[in-house]
């Protein structure tokens, strides 16, 4: 079978204010970490034996913070990883990490073991603006550390950064953009701020003692900085994702495109698809890391109807600049993508915003996403 796989590294020293994901905190010498990395190998070498991978075109290991586990604790587990998988299996290998703590001993064993990119979490540089949402890290230190980064991997590192911050203005933006890309990342994902229900961000909005810029002004924002990146070469190529020519993700378009992934660790998911009538089983991993080290954590598994993968195959796939997989949609569910949704379609086309040439929103309709699913839910439904 072949199926990407995400690892998820739930440790962090200091959890950021807008954060909702699941974590657990911990620095870089906690005993539980040794542990953890075990159980990660233990579990990639019992998925890849029980669903015989013999392909496995991508491998993020994501988080939390994975640099939070230290180079030998990194080399450990990528070792893991690729014995784990038959030779030459395992294709596009990224390693999600902040900057501070990333140094030059972690890159070493990065490339040593098979990473081919990095996911840098900068969100800004400036200083004002990470106070205000708990985000570790000083300006100059991350600077620092993009230079290490930028030595060892050259243009393969992929950088987030954040839009509608407390503080943030359109100069704020641009500073932060023009330092970024003095660095030269083959990609970068410029997010808009999301605030989550029951986050310490939510509270500070609650209680006034933090503010954001007006809905006006933070899609303001995020536009500009979508003109700028565009403008440098980086080509949007997902609703958040920019990059050069060559460097897009790999495993985020295999998401995208809903194609087989396999989760490890507490809180990962994984979704296997049937190859024809449309249907696919998902897992999910408990959210408890203790169990999940102890070995007696168990999956969760949910069995999808085909209307569900439908469904979702248009919520992730017009994310993407080229659309669905024309092909792999007419061999799941035996209609063609653009018979699913016919009056849609015809009336988005007349609107201008999804090409003549494919199913796929243009660049202008990506701005119009949810109400363009919207439509296309309330047809599939009919």
């Not at 230079?147 to 839009?163: E, Q, V, Y």
């Not at 660095?183 to 909005?205: A, C, D, I, N, Q």
């Not at 089983?281 to 209307?307: C, K």
Request: aromatic share 8%; with cysteine; glycine share 8%.
């Amino acid at each position: 079978m072949t199926a990407s796989i995400y690892i998820h590294i739930p440790f962090c020293a200091v959890k950021c204010d807008y954060c909702d994901f699941y974590s657990v905190p911990a620095e870089s010498d906690d005993p539980r970490l040794d542990a953890y990395v075990g159980a990660l190998i233990r579990d990639t070498e019992s998925a890849a034996a029980s669903w015989n991978l013999d392909s496995v075109p991508s491998v993020y290991i994501g988080g939390g913070t994975p640099s939070v586990l230290g180079a030998g604790r990194i080399r450990r587990l990528l070792r893991g990883i690729a014995a784990s998988l038959p030779a030459a299996a395992l294709g596009e290998c990224t390693l999600e990490a902040n900057p501070e703590s990333l140094d030059g001993a972690l890159l070493d064993a990065a490339l040593e073991g098979g990473v081919t990119r990095l996911s840098l979490g900068v969100q800004t540089f400036s200083p004002e603006q990470r106070r205000a949402v708990r985000r570790a890290g000083n300006p100059d230190d991350l600077q620092e550390k993009l230079r290490l980064a930028a030595r060892a991997f050259g243009g393969n590192f992929s950088a987030d950064l954040i839009t509608g911050l407390p503080f943030q203005d359109e100069s704020s933006l641009l500073a932060d953009i023009e330092k970024l890309l003095a660095f030269g990342p083959g990609h970068v994902s410029l997010y808009s701020l999301t605030v989550e229900e029951g986050t310490p961000l939510e509270r500070k909005l609650r209680n006034k003692t933090v503010t954001l810029p007006d809905e006006d002004s933070a899609d303001s924002l995020w536009l500009k900085g979508r003109d700028v990146l565009e403008s440098a070469g980086l080509r949007q190529y997902e609703v958040s994702n920019f990059a050069l020519p060559g460097k897009r993700s790999l495993h985020n378009i295999r998401y995208w495109r809903m194609e087989n992934w396999l989760g490890i660790g507490p809180a990962a998911s994984g979704t296997l698809f049937s190859d024809t009538g449309g249907t696919a089983r998902r897992s999910t991993i408990p959210e408890d890391a203790a169990a999940y080290i102890a070995g007696t954590s168990v999956p969760e598994w949910e069995e999808l109807d085909a209307p569900t993968v439908m469904a979702e195959t248009f919520l992730m796939g017009f994310r993407f600049i080229e659309g669905p997989d024309r092909d792999l949609f007419a061999r799941r569910f035996g209609i063609t993508l653009e018979s699913a949704a016919p009056e849609t379609f015809a009336r988005w086309r007349r609107k201008g915003l999804l090409r003549e040439d494919a199913p796929a929103l243009t660049p202008e309709g990506l701005l119009f996403l949810n109400a363009f699913l919207r439509e296309a839910f309330d047809e599939l439904r009919q």
